[in-house]
């Protein structure tokens, strides 16, 4: 790994928004306590509105003591020491310069946009312009990274002015999940998955992203994204590459996204005509979830829109290990429950020996990684079903289970916050669990294909009820191929 220097300073942008406030601030307090931080590091917390340091760290105590782990005193003396506030516009090259008695003496801060993507180019101009942006630094940023190849191209191509690529960490939440990162070492820990891991062997993948929350006060965003845009484009494109990827040499952050790289390259382009077979949107109506009544997408969003709230398609990798391998990817809002979960169905056996009354028993071998709501691995194994029987052997499918509740319990029983993870990697500069630009234009590039096919084929959502599994298309689809949703 490239010797890069440990961050002495984090300048969290949009210190006063939700992400920062319950993510991010909470998370930096979680590393602290565990004694994460380096000695003197600082967080300068930064958004317009003009608050005292006090009144920001009262704010931010309140919502720390809301959290289930509380706040332990000493943890929070040493903890609000670090943390200074600085009301400011960074937009302008003032606002940025205000930030400059805060990091006196810092060598190697960091710069978190917790903000709105359209606000990136401005901050990295005025970084630069009040010469905060050196090459000790490094800059992240959530996503939307744009909202189609162009306009990601567009922001990639600003920040690329300021800051050099391998300073650039692009976050992608669900990199830091440790089911996520489980993904990795289930693959390439073992000897046992990895002979198994192609067409041979597989029948095909499901990845489920499905929530119970819809999107109510969020609508302005996301109705300029939709599901495809929100949660496939990033989120489930990630977890397809980490299931899909090649072995890579080694955990450099190159050699672990040139292999995302070239699974993204490799996803068959869809065309007007196979987008109507292999793709659903829905969006959903009224309806009843966890027992109480929501209200259907356009009546939160007060007008008729066009977008979709859930996204169900067939993803094809062309390449030798996945050639003929379908992908089935699913996510919705306001879905009966909340599930993300990676599937992988084997073939059945190639013959049974175990005669008519227990072959309706045999069921293929599945191994299905949960990330939430509980994180849990399981692999189930054909068994014979203890007790006599007569006419031929009776067959039982039972699940190994990697159960990673116990495994909390053991390490204090807190489920660690996603970012928590990815805010260490930013501090010591490994990126191999951030987006690179080449990631982040192939996932587009593919993702503009679907898009512009439905809107070449005129595929509106269809209507869902708010708590049902989506559109009736959507089992019509997987089952056009003859598989099930593994429900
Ligand atoms: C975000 C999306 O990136 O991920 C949201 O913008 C979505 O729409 C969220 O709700 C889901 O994250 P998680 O960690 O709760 O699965």
Redesign the pocket.
């Known amino acids: 790994m490239p010797a890069t220097p440990q961050a002495d300073a984090i300048v969290l942008f949009g210190a006063t928004g939700d992400l920062a406030r319950r993510m991010l601030l909470a998370s930096l307090y979680f590393l602290d306590a565990d004694g994460f931080l380096p000695k003197d590091f600082r967080i300068v917390a930064t958004a317009r509105a003009d608050l005292t340091r006090d009144a920001f760290l009262e704010q931010t105590h309140t919502t720390l003591a809301e959290r289930p782990e509380g706040v332990d005193a000493a943890v929070w003396t040493r903890f609000a020491a670090r943390l200074n506030y600085v009301g400011a516009d960074a937009t302008t090259a003032e606002g940025a310069q205000k930030l400059k008695p805060a990091l006196e003496g810092c060598k190697a801060p960091f710069f978190y946009l917790a903000i709105s993507p359209s606000l990136y180019e401005k901050v990295c101009i005025s970084l630069a312009a009040a010469g905060l942006a050196t090459d000790d630094t490094r800059i992240v940023l959530e ?1 939307p990274i744009g909202r189609d190849l162009e306009t990601s191209r567009h922001i990639n191509t600003s920040l690329g002015a300021v800051f050099d690529e391998n300073q650039i960490f692009r976050i992608d ?2 990199l830091g ?1 440790e089911t996520v990162q489980n993904l990795l070492a289930l693959r390439f820990a073992n000897t046992l998955f990895e002979p198994l891991w192609n067409n041979l062997t597989i029948d095909h993948v499901q990845i489920t ?1 499905a ?1 119970t ?1 819809g ?1 109510g006060a ?1 609508w302005p965003y ?1 109705d300029e994204y939709g599901a495809l845009r ?2 496939l484009q ?2 489930m494109l990630q977890l397809l590459c980490l299931v899909a990827m090649e072995p890579p040499a080694d955990m450099e952050p190159d050699s672990v996204r040139n292999e995302k790289v070239k699974v993204l390259r490799s996803l068959r382009r869809f065309t007007r005509v196979d987008v109507q077979a292999a793709s659903v949107r829905g969006q959903y109506t009224s309806g009843v979830v966890g027992g109480k009544s929501v209200e259907g997408y356009e009546a939160e969003r007060g007008e008729k829109t066009g977008t979709e709230t859930f996204v169900a398609l067939r993803a094809d990798i062309d390449n030798w290990r996945w050639a003929g391998v379908p992908f089935f990817l699913r996510t919705g ?1 306001r879905m009966p429950e ?1 599930r ?1 979960q990676v599937a992988i169905q084997f073939k059945p056996v190639p013959h049974s020996i175990f005669g008519s009354a227990s072959t309706g028993d045999l069921a293929p071998n599945r191994l299905v990684i949960d990330l ?1 709501p509980d994180e849990d691995i399981k692999l189930s194994l054909m068994n014979k079903a203890p007790g006599l029987s007569q006419g031929g052997m009776r067959l039982q499918s039972l699940p190994l289970s990697l159960s990673l509740l116990r495994t909390y319990e053991g390490a204090g029983g807190r489920r660690r916050i ?1 970012y928590e993870r990815l805010l260490l990697d930013v501090i010591h500069g490994d990126a191999t669990l951030f987006v690179r630009r080449d990631e982040v234009d192939e996932a587009w590039r593919w993702v503009d294909g679907v898009a512009d096919a439905w809107a070449e084929a005129g595929l509106r959502p269809k209507p869902y009820a708010a708590g049902s599994w989506g559109p009736s298309g959507a089992f019509a689809l997987i089952e056009r191929f003859g598989r099930d949703w593994s429900d």
């Open positions: 996503k939440h669900y999940k992203v929530e929350e999107v969020r996301y929100d949660m990033n989120h809002k909340k993300t939430q996603a």
